[in-house]
């Protein structure tokens, strides 16, 4: 059973920034895509970054230029560098993982990212 372990989430002032790590207990590299999401609260569950197993990525545009998605193959690690933070960034992230056929998804626990003065 793959499980996904974020970490790095905390509370930072408007305009700073935070870097998250989605460390994997499996291989990432046999993940078709590993994903950031956030869900804020009252709201639904929305993409923030993804980055394929090809090394593609794509963002929300809520954080295009400020966030960047990468990852660490040897350490079986994706990160999320978050800079320039606004409030609106506040949220619940989590972690989540496609199996390289589609028919598997895992997500992690989340990591709380309040983003306050």
């Known amino acids: 059973q793959v499980q996904l372990v974020e970490s790095g989430g905390g509370l930072v002032q408007p305009g700073g920034s935070l870097r998250l790590s989605c460390a994997a207990s499996g291989n990432i590299f046999s993940f078709k895509a590993v994903a950031w999401y956030r869900r804020a609260p009252g709201k639904q569950r929305d993409m923030v970054a993804t980055?394929?197993?090809?090394?593609?990525?794509n963002y929300a545009d809520s954080v295009k230029g400020r966030f960047t998605i990468s990852r660490d193959i040897a350490k079986n690690t994706v990160y999320l560098q978050m800079n320039s933070l606004k409030p609106e960034d506040t949220a619940v992230y989590y972690c989540?993982?496609?199996?390289?056929?589609?028919?598997?998804?895992?997500w992690g626990q989340g990591t709380q990212v309040t983003v306050s003065s």
């Open positions: 980055i394929t197993r090809d090394g593609s990525t």
């Open positions: 989540y993982a496609v199996s390289i056929y589609g028919d598997s998804w895992y």
